[in-house]
């Protein structure tokens, strides 16, 4: 009887060791999971800032580009200008008296349309 009760006992000190190991295990699978996730998130966070810095550069090439055109149309624009002054022997400075007096006394679109001249999007158009 005695190696009987030892058997159950050792039994079950074996079957608790196992539950504890299972347990043990158990944990450090959720751990491990834990681990991964986390590992993962960090890898989607690090992908998400890279490709936000890529935006970010690309939006500010972006903003060079459209400034230099901006540029390029304010050039031409005041080649125009200075081209019409020189060949009708008046100044941008007679210009700008001219249309600043002008629009003292009524609008650009109210002037133009004494004129029949079409207005669009900051351009004057003939008709």
């Known amino acids: 009887m005695n190696t009987e009760n030892t058997n159950k006992v050792l039994t079950q000190a074996d079957e608790k060791i196992q539950t504890e190991n299972r347990q043990e295990v158990k ?3 959720k751990t491990e999971k ?3 996730k986390l590992k993962a998130l960090s890898e989607k966070r690090e992908k998400a800032f890279s490709a936000q810095s890529a935006a970010e550069k690309k939006t500010k090439e972006i903003d060079e580009q459209i400034t230099k055109i901006r540029t390029e149309l304010h050039n031409d624009e005041i080649r125009l200008l200075d081209n019409l ?3 009708n022997g008046f100044t941008i400075r007679d210009v700008h008296i001219f249309l600043s007096s002008l629009t003292e006394k ?6 133009a349309a004494l004129l029949d001249i079409k207005i669009q999007s900051g351009g004057i ?3």
């Open 34 to 36: 834990l681990y991964e």
């Open 106 to 111: 009524m609008t650009l679109p109210e002037a």
């Open 27 to 29: 944990t450090l699978t």
């Open 125 to 127: 158009e003939s008709e």
């Open 85 to 87: 002054c020189r060949k």
